[in-house]
């Protein structure tokens, strides 16, 4: 939704926010690659900076803010996974061969001139694998330890993509699956990385479950929020599970209104889970650039949440955070008791678009419970 001016007058603050990220945007001719294309303008490390922020403006944000040390171990990183990432949406290559390559696509870090042409649904997608021998040079320029780690992420994840083409998500189970391998696996590369790097406690890469979570939240966010995106697309990855409750097929949602808010909320509810474990995550951190770089994703993901939360729009159009206040939460998220004032203010909103006649109203109330009073939740016990 555009910034207008009855949001000016509505959300004051959310319009100084938004004047103040036009200055915080990683700026200046790098972002332009308009003009690149064969010619070597722009160094490798250029080129991977300004296709990052062509691919993801918000990530390209927090990236950039992150310390030297990890800032281009986690530019690449993030490359990598989205080439991984452009290959399976690409649903025009036949299953066989996408199958092949994302199970090896890892190795093309170690393969100076490979590239592919012609594979993305955007030209900047197409862009960045043209292009890929410029993020595996980057790629052999970092330490070893973090060459294995990203390595490693891209073969597990890969593997996993693959072993979900051609196969629809029935179980709750299987839609937890997925989220670990495109998501949860993210979550527990960035943990290893940070430990590496030293720049947080060596114990952090050993909490698989707090960095799942961590992935598995924005994840599961993102595939309900793109509901009729993916629909459109042919892309199903609500779990039948769940939607089977609610309908005939998942299309149906659109025409039955009561039962379609029930599935949703029911949806709504089953991410909320990971909320807890989000915020024991965050509260590990210890260093302020990767504290911002993990919790403002967060943030976004239980904003949109609410939004979405009882929203019979989201079967209509795609349905978002207004920008403004998007921005509010990037320059607000600076601490720990940030992230807790958002996460309980946005939990108290999701209550009140509650209903008591909601099936899932009581365990959507356990989880708010959880967020509120995070100290007395004991993860141990009540989760692994
Ligand atoms: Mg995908």
Redesign the pocket.
């Known amino acids: 939704m555009p910034f207008n001016l009855i949001h000016l007058f509505k959300y004051p603050d959310e319009f100084t926010a938004l004047y103040k990220m036009k200055f915080l945007q990683p700026g200046g001719s790098v972002n332009d690659i308009s003009s690149f294309t064969n010619n070597h303008k722009l160094s490798d490390l250029q080129f991977c900076y300004a296709i990052l922020n062509k691919v993801s403006r918000s990530f390209s944000t927090v990236i950039c803010q992150l310390p030297t040390e990890i800032r281009d171990v986690i530019c690449v990183f993030y490359l990598v996974l989205r080439g991984l ?1 452009t290959i ?2 690409d649903f025009r290559i036949p299953a066989e061969k996408r199958k092949k390559l994302l199970l090896n696509f890892y190795q093309n870090s170690f393969d100076p001139q490979w590239t592919i042409s012609g594979v993305g649904d955007s030209k900047d997608y197409q862009l960045l694998l043209e292009n890929y021998q410029r993020v595996t040079s980057i790629f052999q320029g970092l330490k070893r330890e973090y060459q294995e780690i990203i390595s490693q992420t891209c073969q597990e994840m890969g593997a996993g ?1 693959a072993s979900f083409i051609g196969k629809e998500i029935h179980s709750v189970e299987d839609y937890n699956h997925y989220c670990h391998f ?1 998501a949860g696996k993210v979550g527990i590369g960035l943990s290893k990385i940070f430990s590496v790097s030293g720049l947080e406690h060596e114990e952090l890469q050993n909490e698989t479950e707090l960095s799942n979570s961590m992935g598995i939240f924005l994840q599961k966010t993102n595939i309900i929020r793109d509901y009729h995106e993916d629909l459109i697309l042919n892309r199903k990855f609500w779990p039948q599970e769940i939607w089977g409750k609610y309908a005939d097929t998942l299309g149906d949602l659109r025409y039955k209104e009561f039962d379609a808010l029930a599935c949703l909320n029911h949806m709504v509810t089953d991410a909320m889970k990971h909320a807890i474990l989000c915020l024991k995550y965050l509260e590990l951190i210890q260093n302020k650039m990767i504290f911002q770089f993990c919790a403002i994703p967060q943030v976004m993901a239980i904003s949109t949440l609410v939004e979405i939360y009882n929203n019979a729009q989201l079967f209509y159009r795609n349905v978002k955070i207004r920008k403004g206040l998007a921005a509010k939460l990037i320059l607000n998220t600076q601490n720990m008791n940030d992230v807790r004032e958002v996460f309980l203010e946005m939990g108290n909103k999701m209550l009140k678009k509650a209903s008591l006649k909601d099936s899932n109203f009581q365990l959507l109330v356990r989880y708010l419970c959880q967020v509120a009073n995070p100290d007395k939740v004991r993860i141990k016990e009540e989760f692994l």
Do not use: T, Y
Request: glycine letters at 0%; charged letters at 60%; aromatic letters at 0%.
């Open positions: 990432d399976e949406d993509m495109v």
